[in-house]
Antibody, heavy 121, light 107 residues
Framework: QLRLQESGPGLVKPSETLSLTCTVS??????????WGWIRQPPGKGLEWIGN???????YYNPSLKSRVTISLDTSKNQFSLKLSSVTAADTAMYYC?????????????WGQGALVTVSS | EIVMTQSPATLSVSPGERATLSCRTS??????LAWHQQKPGQAPRLLIY???TRATGIPARFSGSGSGTEFTLTISSLQSEDFAVYYC?????????FGQGTKVEIK
């Protein structure tokens, strides 16, 4: 059974960098069939795709966040990570890690439980 | 980016009744549309992909239809465990985008 679990600080100060890690169990992030991505949902708002990474290390970032986002892989730990720099209160959200297929299957098929990150001094 | 519009925002339905949820996209996504269900405190889960294909383990009372810009998720006879928020997601263009969600609540 595939499981994705987010971890990281729940409180980040404005202008600092938000860092989250997703630990994957039940599947290898080195698979050629999947992307590994991050999605967020601010309180009371919709879901936003942040970006994703492929086993090769190639990345895609949402243009709305591209200048501040870095997603990386650690295949030895079967983890991938998100860094979002220069955060403001607008970055307060539930952050989900997720898996999406490749080719004609680029929908999210598994989600993590989510990690609430609050940006506040 | 493709904008997704779901309606209604909230749907009040009695157990055993049919629920019909709509999702509209700002441009054609062909059949590259998925539906996800989220219950409070739980991870979302995939219900439907390819507009009409049920994901593994999803009961037959869930069905999806549509193509292009208009899509529908139907729950034929609502069970207690179906009261949740439902999101549509397009995967025809990057960035992947989601609707705002429809909350299905007990009437």
């Amino acid at each position: 059974q595939l499981r994705l679990q987010e971890s990281g600080p729940g409180l980040v100060k404005p202008s600092e960098t938000l860092s989250l890690t997703c630990t994957v169990s039940g599947a290898s992030i080195s698979s050629t069939n999947y992307y590994w991505g991050w999605i967020r949902q601010p309180p009371g708002k919709g879901l936003e795709w942040i970006g994703n990474i492929y086993y090769s290390g190639s990345t895609y970032y949402n243009p709305s966040l591209k200048s501040r986002v870095t997603i990386s892989l650690d295949t030895s730990k079967n983890q991938f990570s998100l860094k979002l720099s220069s955060v403001t209160a607008a970055d307060t959200a539930m952050y989900y890690c997720a898996r999406a297929g490749t080719g004609n299957y680029e929908f999210v098929d598994y989600w993590g439980q989510g990690a609430l990150v609050t940006v506040s001094s | 980016e493709i904008v997704m519009t779901q309606s209604p925002a909230t749907l009040s339905v009695s157990p055993g009744e049919r629920a019909t949820l709509s999702c509209r996209t700002s441009q054609s996504v062909s059949s590259n549309l998925a539906w996800h269900q989220q219950k409070p405190g739980q991870a979302p889960r995939l219900l439907i992909y390819g507009a009409s294909t049920r994901a593994t383990g999803i009961p037959a009372r869930f069905s999806g239809s549509g193509s292009g810009t208009e899509f529908t998720l139907t729950i034929s006879s609502l069970q207690s465990e179906d009261f949740a928020v439902y999101y549509c997601q397009q995967y025809n263009n990057w960035p992947l985008t989601f609707g705002q969600g429809t909350k299905v609540e007990i009437k």
